[in-house]
């Protein structure tokens, strides 16, 4: 197998293409030769289409990667290149002029001379008309005619996760390829069976994740998806990222996490004067440090901005409503002390001056309640606390929490819930935080449920604001961040909590930092060591609130205090 892919490699490096891009491509066309220079020819403009030509031994026949601006040259009409532009696609929001696509991506072949080249260039050449039925067939199975529930639902993913363009080419110029991920499911939502059988969490054999680099199928899905969307901007040159994971490449990975450390600061000592507080959650502790720990400055896009401003802008005007709830790890990574050491997946055991951080989490949540309350109930006066779910192996929603009996709730809803400790499934959270609110959000005549991908929202449906706080150790971190992809009524803001100067904790906000970059609707905050809370509690709750967040004055009053 290695001896395969090695002189596969070879092959098209000797055709012209760099290593890193053959290797991307054999990655995504199964080891084929073939169907890697398709892949490339239909990814990138740049591809050297006569040194293909060439080594297949295709005289007076060129690739054309560029058709509509080569044609003249070749002597060969646009209708035999097979120039054509599709019409727009129907519930999609897509525009006609933003699916223009080549069909055919290799000038016609005569007659006579179509079965020599067919062995050696195997599926390239393949019946594009039966795999045009096999394609309607299957689209027409999985998601009904156009129009329908079904149909619908899938475009308007295409649309929020910007894959339609990919989709669209990929549907005309690689058929073969896009059959195999129709049928993996890359197309559509996750369906909901998927997130409780955990069929995207579930690790693949160990010789795969060499093979790939991929752990799991949530990982290679979400990959595929970040490096073939849209970019926001597109003069961005869309860069191939892939995961480093420290099961594969430990050494490379922790270095990663350390390049990152060193980008933590100093608090700035007027902050520090104006924010500190003697109930900060580690001077209450036995640890030796009573100096707040150095953080990586927090990065906020460009992106992001402009969808917090809409949607302010859409609840100024009264068009938009936003609820709010917080989604809580407590799994058993939450309670390590790590004054007494933790082994990271390295190996390596650290020593870390400071608490669990379970223990910083509930100061945290302490905090944001006393500032979230207040605001709840304003557009609710009835209301006492704020809807919270909390996730280990399984999740459970815990009803409201109330600052004004944050101890006793806290100790009964959340230390004494049945899914306190255990293994950290980020995605049963999210699942029960959906099912909670759309049930909520139901009563008053929004959204509905679908048979196989569950609750959709429906339009004017309010958005949700949702605070999380997790330590990054969740097995199925790749599945949640793919399922917010694709999301257009929640918002996500994420507080990662983590041990001080730790490789492993930035190696996950590294993964966080990626996500982010791409989905506007999410925004992570770094949290390690010892922290300055009310300064972190005034940054996490203007992205929780785009109207109307807390100022410095709400922050330090004592009323607010914990």
């Not at 199964?30 to 031994?57: G, H, Q, R």
């Not at 129709?182 to 996750?190: A, K, Q, R, S, V």
């Not at 809370?533 to 004055?553: A, C, F, H, M």
């Amino acid at each position: 197998m290695a001896e395969t892919r090695t002189q596969a490699e070879q092959q098209l490096v000797e055709m012209g293409f760099e290593l890193s891009l053959a290797q991307f491509a054999l990655n995504e066309s199964n080891n084929d030769v073939a169907d890697a220079v398709t892949f490339i020819m239909n990814s990138s403009p740049k591809a050297n289409s006569k040194t293909i030509a060439e080594e297949l031994e295709l005289p007076g026949y060129s690739l054309l990667s560029e058709p509509e601006k080569n044609y003249e040259k070749s002597g060969i009409s646009k209708k035999e290149l097979g120039f054509a532009k599709t019409g727009a696609v129907s519930g999609s929001g897509i525009s006609a002029s933003a699916t223009s696509h080549f069909v055919v991506p290799i000038a016609p072949l005569p007659e006579q001379n179509l079965e020599k080249h067919k062995s050696k260039i195997g599926k390239w050449i393949g019946s594009i008309g039966d795999h045009s039925k096999k394609i309607n067939d299957e689209e027409l199975r999985r998601w009904g005619p156009i129009g329908s529930q079904t149909h619908n639902i899938v475009m308007q993913y295409w649309s929020t996760t910007r894959m339609a363009n990919h989709w669209i080419n990929l549907r005309q110029s690689n058929q073969t390829a896009y059959l195999r991920y129709l049928h993996d499911g890359y197309c559509e939502p996750i369906p909901t069976a998927w997130v409780y059988n955990r069929k995207l969490a579930m690790l693949y054999p160990e010789y795969y994740v060499q093979s790939t680099g991929f752990e799991s199928p949530g990982e290679e899905r979400l990959y595929y998806v970040l490096n073939h969307l849209q970019p926001y901007d597109s003069r961005e040159r869309h860069v191939q990222i892939r995961p480093l994971n420290l099961s594969q490449n430990p050494y490379a990975a922790v270095a990663r996490g350390n390049k990152r450390m060193t980008l933590a600061r100093p608090i700035d000592p007027e902050l520090q004067r104006l924010y500190a507080s003697p109930h900060d959650v580690f001077l209450s502790g036995n640890v030796r440090s009573h100096e707040y720990s150095r953080q990586v400055p927090h990065k906020t896009y460009e992106a992001r901005q402009q969808a917090l401003h809409a949607l302010a802008d859409g609840i100024v005007h009264g068009t938009d409503h936003l609820e709010t709830m917080l989604l809580v790890d407590v799994s058993g990574s939450m309670m390590w002390d790590p004054r007494t050491g933790v082994r990271g997946p390295d190996g390596i055991f650290r020593i870390h001056d400071q608490l669990s951080n379970i223990q910083l989490v509930k100061n945290l949540v302490h905090r944001v309640l006393n500032h979230m309350v207040p605001r709840a109930q304003r557009e609710h006066p009835g209301v006492d606390g704020i809807p919270t779910v909390t996730f280990a192996t399984t999740a459970a929603f815990v009803g409201n929490l109330t600052p004004a009996l944050f101890e006793s709730d806290w100790n009964r809803k959340v230390v004494h819930a049945r899914n306190f400790g255990g293994s950290t499934q980020v995605m049963q959270g999210w699942q029960t935080v959906k099912a909670t609110y759309f049930e909520a959000m139901h009563k008053l005549g929004h959204g509905y449920r679908h048979p196989d991908f569950g609750w959709q929202a429906t339009p004017g449906m309010p958005k949700l604001s949702l605070l999380v706080f997790l330590d990054g150790e969740a097995n199925d971190m790749d599945e949640f961040e793919l399922e917010l992809m694709g999301e257009t009524w929640a918002y996500v803001t994420i507080a990662l909590v983590g041990y001080e100067n730790c490789p492993h904790h930035h190696s996950h906000a590294i993964e966080l930092e990626r996500v982010c970059k791409f989905n506007p609707h999410v925004e992570f905050h770094d949290v390690q060591g010892r922290v300055l809370e009310r300064l972190l509690v005034e940054d996490l709750l203007k992205s929780v609130y785009p109207v109307d967040p807390p100022d410095y004055t709400e922050i330090l009053s004592p009323a607010y205090e914990v």
